[in-house]
């Protein structure tokens, strides 16, 4: 079975940093484009990062660039969101994603991890 498993969410002060890790098993994505959404009840799955096959190339969104860092180890098919500086409006479930390319577009990604919650308390 194929799946992206996200884990390193949590509860954190604002100001605080948390470290999110996606693994992949039942295949590898190590020719894949990663990304990073995060989604909150009632509002359309937002682009936080993304990075490309060789980690070479990296893309932000506005709100995330200077405080959220996207990396990868190939070795371990593993993808990681470094978040800095975390505010109360960065609350969201947080998905991990794997694509063919490098893209923002959540419809062109083909492979969904199951989310993992971070909350940033004031």
């Known amino acids: 079975q194929v799946q992206l498993v996200e884990s390193g969410g949590g509860l954190v002060q604002a100001g605080g940093s948390l470290r999110l890790s996606c693994v992949a098993s039942?295949?590898?994505?190590?020719?894949?484009?990663r990304g990073w959404f995060r989604q909150a009840p009632g509002k359309e799955r937002e682009f936080v990062a993304a990075?490309?096959?060789?980690?070479?190339?990296?893309n932000y969104a506005d709100s995330v660039k200077g405080r959220f860092t996207i990396s990868r180890d190939n070795a371990k098919d593993t993808v990681y969101l470094q978040m800095n500086n975390l505010k109360t409006e960065d609350t969201d479930v947080y998905y991990c994603?794997?694509?063919?390319?490098?893209?923002?577009?959540?419809?062109?990604?083909?492979?969904w991890g199951q989310g993992t919650q971070v909350t940033v308390s004031s």
């Open positions: 994603a794997a694509a063919t390319y490098l893209t923002t577009q959540p419809h062109d990604y083909d492979y």
């Open positions: 039942g295949r590898t994505f190590n020719g894949y484009g």
């Open positions: 990075i490309n096959w060789n980690g070479r190339i990296t």
